[in-house]
């Protein structure tokens, strides 16, 4: 079935980095734009960019723009989110979603909390 | 960029009533509006898109309209399962952003 399966949970430091990956199956990765998507803790969804399968062309919402990068592997079906210089409010649940009419696949979440 | 408001902001009704949730863009966006459903814990799930097309699966109870740059979303006879927020988006233009949520519980 059509699916986004993503990284697990990590706990980092504030200033590391992290890495979330996101594999999709079911369907061909090239034919549907990635979007992301961050929901901190109690709060409402916010749309941080997509990335075009085709062209790993990334778009970044402001506000994510310098220590957020989309990148791809299509090799693998897979599109990843790197963040640096992690912050405390970076501690969010991520979610990478397939874009077609909306957004009708979205992976199962990945947790990142930045603690010292 | 484009703005999106919800109203209200949370809402409380009993099963079997009618429920109406309204989203305002702050300019036109035509019909690339989404609804998504989001229960506690969960991962949010859409429910219709381009305004008014119900997703595959997703019980008749629920639908959606448009009037210029307003959207509604309606529950038709509200369930216990029907518990979630509720967020509608914008997906016509870059940033593709999100309403602010709408929680609906049962009275």
């Known amino acids: 079935q059509v699916q986004l399966v993503q990284s697990g949970s990590e706990l980092k430091k504030p200033g590391a980095s992290v890495n979330v990956s996101c594999e999709a199956s079911g369907y061909t990765f090239t034919h549907y734009a990635m979007n992301w998507v961050r929901q901190a803790p109690g709060q409402g969804l916010e749309w941080m960019g997509w990335i075009n399968t085709n062209t790993g062309n990334p778009i970044y919402a402001q506000g994510f723009r310098g220590r957020f990068v989309f990148s791809l592997d299509t090799s693998v079906s897979t599109a990843y989110l790197q963040i640096s210089s992690l912050k405390a409010e970076d501690t969010a649940m991520y979610y990478c979603?397939?874009?077609?009419?909306?957004?009708?696949?979205w992976g199962q979440g990945t947790m990142v909390t930045v603690s010292s | 960029d484009i703005q999106m408001t919800q109203s209200p902001s949370s809402l409380s009704a009993s099963v079997g009533d009618r429920v109406t949730i309204t989203c305002r863009a702050s300019q036109g966006i035509g019909n690339y509006l989404a609804w998504y459903q989001q229960k506690p814990g969960k991962v949010p799930k859409l429910l219709i898109y381009?305004?008014?097309t119900l997703q595959s699966g997703v019980p008749s109870r629920f639908s959606g309209s448009r009037s210029g740059t307003d959207f509604t979303l309606t529950i038709s006879s509200l369930q216990p399962e029907d518990v979630a927020t509720y967020y509608c988006q914008n997906y016509n233009t870059a940033p593709f952003t999100f309403g602010p949520g709408t929680k609906v519980d049962i009275k």
């Open positions: 381009e305004a008014s």
């Open positions: 979603v397939r874009e077609a009419d909306g957004f009708d696949i």
